[in-house]
C-alpha cells in the first residue's frame, strides 16, 4: 500500500517517464508557431492536483455525488473570474473543448434539420461550423459564407443575404484561419433581420478580447464559445457563456446530462487560476506582447516576398499563401519540423489543393511570445522560415541557428516538470 501511495512515475513506470522526458525537451528545444497552443504557467501546472480523484457530476450545490464541497467552491470561482473578464452574466466551465462547447450550444438551442449559417472552413472557419465531415454538417442544414476574393476579408453581404434567404436559426461568427477583425456587430443586425440567435465562436480571440486588444462579442453575441488554451494561456479546456438566464439553463443541461457525465475536475481547477491570471498587469503585457510579435513576423515574412492572406493579421496569427514558393503547406510543414520550427499546414481561401496537401501554412506566436521571444529573434526566425523555404540552406546549420534562439528563452525548470 505504501508503495502505490508514495512510488513516483520514474520509479512505478520508467517506460512513460522517459516519453515525458523526450516530450519535454522537444518543446524546450523548438520553436512553437502552432496558433492553437500556448505554454501554461507554472501555477496552472500546479492546479492538475488532487481533484482528479473526485467525481463532482452535476452543478455546484445540485451535484449527485458526496464529498463536493471544495469542488464547488473551485467550480463557482472559476465561474467568477471569468464573468468579471468576459462581462457575460452565466458561464459553463465543465465543458472539455471548443468542439464540445459549440456541440452544447447546438444541442441546447437547435433541433436536428434545423438551418446554421457558419463560417467555410475552406476560408478560415471551423469544423463545427458547418462543415460536412462534422457533426454541425451532418445533422444540420449547414450554410456557409466565405471571404471576398479581392482581400479575403469575411463577406458580409453574402453573410446577409444567405441569411435573408434561408433564415437560419443560429448563425456563428468566429474563425480558426482568420486574422482579422471580425465585426459582431454587423452580424448582429444581420441576426435580428432574420430573428437568429447569434453564437460567437472566439476560441483563436479570447485572450486578446479579454484585454481589449481585439472587438469584444459583448454585448452583440448571445452566447460566446471559446477554448481556454490558445491565446488565454489556460488550460486545454472550453468554456460556453451566455446573456440569457433560460438559454444557459438550456445550455447547462445540454453539457450535463445531454453530452457528458462528471467533469474533469482538475481542469477546472486550472482553469480557475488561469482565469484570475487574464486579470493581471503580466496578462495585459503579455497580450500587448502577442499583437507586437504577430505584426513583426508578418512586416518581416512580407519583406522576404511571401504572400500573406489579407496582407496582414489583426490578431496573433497569420496565414501564409505559398504558391509562390512553388511549395506546398505539407512540404513546409515537414522542413520547417527538420529544423525545430513547429508549425501546422493550412488550407487558403479558394485553395486548389486538399486538405492533406493544402497551399499555405498557419503561424501563431503565442506560445514564443508566452517564452519571451525578443524582436530580434523574431527577425532571426524570418530569416530562418525563408532559408528554410526558399534558399534550402543545410539542415544543420537551420538547427544550429534554432537552439541557438531557444537556449535564449524562458522554460520550465526540469526540476520542475522532470519529477
Known amino acids: 500500500m505504501n508503495d502505490f501511495f508514495l512510488s513516483r512515475v520514474w520509479e512505478s513506470d520508467p517506460e512513460v517517464a522517459k516519453i515525458i522526458e523526450r516530450e519535454y525537451f522537444r518543446q524546450k528545444d523548438t520553436i512553437d508557431l502552432i496558433a492553437s497552443e500556448n505554454f501554461v504557467s507554472q501555477s496552472v501546472l500546479d492546479a492538475f492536483s488532487i481533484f482528479t480523484n473526485k467525481y463532482a457530476e452535476g452543478y455546484p450545490n445540485g451535484r449527485y455525488y458526496g464529498g463536493c464541497e471544495h469542488a464547488d467552491e473551485v467550480e463557482l470561482l472559476a465561474i467568477d473570474r471569468a464573468v468579471k473578464v ?53 445533422w444540420f442544414n449547414a450554410v456557409t459564407y466565405g471571404v471576398r476574393k479581392d482581400d479575403y476579408l469575411i463577406d458580409m453581404r453574402q453573410v446577409e443575404s444567405l441569411a435573408l434567404h434561408h433564415k437560419p436559426k443560429l448563425i456563428i461568427a468566429g474563425a ?31 485572450g486578446l478580447i479579454a484585454t481589449d ?20 494561456r489556460g488550460p486545454r479546456g472550453g468554456m460556453i457563456m451566455a446573456k440569457d438566464p433560460g438559454v444557459m439553463k438550456r445550455i447547462n443541461s445540454a453539457v450535463f446530462p445531454g453530452m457528458q457525465g462528471g467533469p474533469i475536475m482538475q481542469a477546472i481547477v486550472a482553469k480557475a487560476v488561469a482565469f484570475k491570471e487574464l486579470q493581471s498587469d503580466n496578462f495585459t503585457e503579455y497580450a500587448n506582447s502577442v499583437l507586437r510579435n504577430a505584426r513583426s513576423l508578418a512586416t518581416e515574412l512580407i519583406e522576404k516576398g511571401f504572400n500573406l492572406i489579407t496582407g496582414g493579421t489583426d490578431s496573433h496569427m497569420m496565414l501564409i499563401d505559398l504558391t509562390k514558393q512553388g511549395i506546398t503547406g505539407k512540404d513546409a510543414e515537414f522542413l520547417l519540423s527538420q529544423v525545430g520550427i513547429i508549425c501546422n499546414k493550412n488550407t487558403i481561401p479558394f485553395d486548389e489543393k486538399s486538405p492533406f496537401i493544402t497551399s499555405g501554412v498557419r503561424f501563431g506566436v503565442a506560445a514564443v511570445t508566452t517564452r519571451r521571444i525578443s ?30 534562439i531557444t537556449r535564449d528563452l524562458q522554460f520550465y525548470s526540469a526540476d520542475n516538470i522532470l519529477f
Open 86 to 138: 468576459f462581462k457575460y452574466p452565466y458561464a459553463n466551465v465543465q465543458v472539455h473543448s471548443g468542439s464540445q462547447a459549440n456541440q452544447a450550444v447546438f444541442l441546447a438551442c437547435l433541433e436536428p434539420g434545423d438551418t446554421i449559417l457558419g463560417f467555410s472552413l475552406d476560408a478560415g472557419g471551423h469544423l463545427t461550423h458547418g462543415s460536412r465531415v462534422n457533426m454541425s454538417g451532418k
Open 176 to 206: 480558426s484561419a482568420y486574422t482579422r477583425h471580425i465585426d459582431f456587430a454587423r452580424f448582429r443586425e444581420i441576426a435580428d433581420k432574420v430573428g437568429s440567435l447569434l453564437l460567437a465562436d472566439i476560441a483563436h480571440y479570447s
Open 213 to 232: 486588444l481585439y472587438p469584444s462579442p459583448y454585448p452583440f453575441a448571445d452566447v460566446i464559445t471559446t477554448t481556454t488554451h490558445k491565446v488565454l
Open 375 to 404: 524582436q530580434e529573434h523574431i527577425k532571426e526566425l524570418a530569416h530562418i522560415i525563408y532559408d528554410t523555404l526558399v534558399r534550402r540552406s543545410s539542415i544543420d546549420s537551420l538547427k544550429a541557428r534554432v537552439m541557438q
